[in-house]
């Protein structure tokens, strides 16, 4: 199984981007699907999480700018980012938790770098 991620890049305060993750590989399902980041010499945290069901939790610092939604026929994740700030600067991170037929775990991509900055 992989996780691919696309779409970062850099951008002016204020800004938009839209981050796109892709799982490929030998998977019967999919739950929840989520994005993470981390930011230099700072933990890797939460963003937005989405169940397959479509039910949304996204970090108290996103809310209102960050919307996540999945298409469930291309296992793929995507986050919209609006309003961007200069401490939203972070390397992305997608995750996914996958169902191979019996054999469930959590899945990571190497990430896509996010830059604010005028």
């Known amino acids: 199984v992989q996780l691919v991620e696309s779409g970062g890049g850099l951008v002016q305060p204020g800004g938009s981007l839209r981050l796109s993750c892709a799982a490929s590989?030998?998977?019967?399902?999919?739950?929840?699907m989520g994005w993470y980041r981390q930011a230099p010499g700072k933990q890797r945290e939460l963003v937005a999480t989405?169940?397959?069901?479509?039910?949304?939790n996204y970090a108290d610092s996103v809310k209102g700018r960050f919307t996540i939604s999945r298409d469930g026929t291309k296992n793929t994740v995507y986050l919209q980012i609006d309003s961007l700030k200069p401490e939203d600067t972070a390397v992305y991170y997608c995750?996914?938790?996958?169902?191979?037929?019996?054999?469930?775990?959590?899945?990571w991509g190497k990430g896509t770098l996010v830059t604010v900055s005028s």
């Open positions: 995750n996914a938790h996958i169902n191979r037929w019996g054999l469930e775990a959590d899945y």
């Open positions: 590989g030998t998977i019967f399902s999919i739950d929840t």
């Open positions: 989405i169940t397959s069901g479509g039910r949304t």
